[in-house]
């Protein structure tokens, strides 16, 4: 199985702060990775799929990058609903695994 | 609008079955593949398997293989995850999902979840 682990698992981040959270796969998985936010009690929430592509209505702060084994989400300017906990998919074979999850909480 | 609503919440024994239902509207049934994944209690997410509506085609991991069962209702446009065997770390919150628009493995739009509870 393919493993993603992603870095920081906690972060504590303020209000107008750039953040990036990071994703590394244990085999390349060319650019079939999405990334989630989930807020307690939810389902998660859809941002970027295909490593780079940006889910329609998910604001423009939010963006994806990366190929082969290692991405990157960055959140440009944080608003008080960015914290979250964040997760990363990989659907390049499977079973689709997704990471462990970063904590992003209020500084 | 696309919506997946899942039935309710589900207390088990351990050694018992669970079946959860997600019925799908909004869009063509038959177009796009219905996932499953569950999140035990402040953990991760984890997928459990998915199913093709149009053929009926199944897909899980090999830990869940032999104990899940993904069907479908097409005249009622629901899909089902029958999960056998219940332990106690089966306790999780169940969502149905579904793919974007062009791809069915990345997950748009989800149910609202389902507790099942495993418990003695």
């Known amino acids: 199985d393919i493993q993603l682990t992603q870095s920081p698992s906690s972060l504590s981040a303020s209000v107008g702060d750039r953040v990036t959270i990071t994703c590394r796969a244990s085999q390349g998985i060319s650019k079939s990775l999405g990334w989630y936010q989930q807020k307690p009690g939810k389902a998660p929430n859809l941002l ?11 604001p423009l702060r939010f963006s994806g990058s990366g190929s082969g ?5 960055t959140i440009s300017s944080l608003q008080p609903g960015d914290f979250a906990i964040y ?7 499977s079973p689709y695994t997704f990471g462990q999850g970063t904590r992003l909480e209020i500084k | 609008q696309v919506q997946l609503v899942q ?9 018992a079955s669970v079946k959860v239902s997600c019925k799908a509207s909004g869009y063509t ?8 994944v569950r999140q035990a209690p402040g953990q991760g997410l984890e997928w459990v398997g998915w199913i093709n509506p149009n053929t009926g085609g199944t ?8 104990r899940v069962t993904i069907t479908r209702d097409m005249s009622i446009k629901t899909a089902y995850m029958e999960l056998s065997g219940l332990q106690s770390d089966d306790t999780a919150v169940y969502y149905c999902a579904r793919g974007i628009e062009f ?10 979840g389902t507790l099942v509870t495993v418990s003695s």
């Open chain 1, 48 to 58: 970027v799929y295909d490593a780079s592509s940006l889910e329609s209505g998910v």
């Open chain 2, 7 to 15: 039935s309710g919440a589900e207390v088990k024994k351990p050694g």
């Open chain 1, 69 to 73: 084994t290692d991405f990157t989400l």
């Open chain 2, 29 to 36: 049934f038959t177009g796009h593949f219905i996932h499953w």
């Open chain 2, 59 to 66: 897909n899980s991991p090999q830990k869940f293989q032999g």
């Open chain 2, 103 to 112: 791809g069915d493995y990345v997950f748009s739009y989800w149910g609202q």
């Open chain 1, 87 to 93: 997760y990363c998919q990989q659907y390049y074979r």
